[in-house]
């Protein structure tokens, strides 16, 4: 299996640690997704994985209420 990829965006509209669990949930259960870190006060998304589907992941933010916007990959 190719080694797995780091996707980072940043997401804001997160205020407390609710809106991180949230995303942490929510994101990890996505298809591909292996790890997800969230800085609630950066607003920094790290999603590592194989295959990991960037709408999917744009998508299930959105749904959140929250804004996102792609970093580096």
């Given at each position: 299996m190719p080694e797995a990829t780091l996707h980072?965006?940043?997401v804001t509209g997160m205020s407390c640690a609710h809106c991180r669990s949230s995303v942490l949930e929510e994101v990890g259960e996505l298809e591909g997704v292996e790890t997800v870190e969230v800085d609630l006060e950066s607003?920094?998304?790290r999603v590592t994985g194989h295959l990991v589907d960037e709408s999917e992941i744009a998508r299930t933010i959105e749904e959140l209420g929250y804004d996102?916007?792609?970093g580096s990959r």
């Amino acid at each position: 299996m190719p080694e797995a990829t780091l996707h980072t965006y940043t997401v804001t509209g997160m205020s407390c640690a609710h809106c991180r669990s949230s995303v942490l949930e929510e994101v990890g259960e996505l298809e591909g997704v292996e790890t997800v870190e969230v800085d609630l006060e950066s607003g920094a998304l790290r999603v590592t994985g194989h295959l990991v589907d960037e709408s999917e992941i744009a998508r299930t933010i959105e749904e959140l209420g929250y804004d996102l916007s792609s970093g580096s990959r």
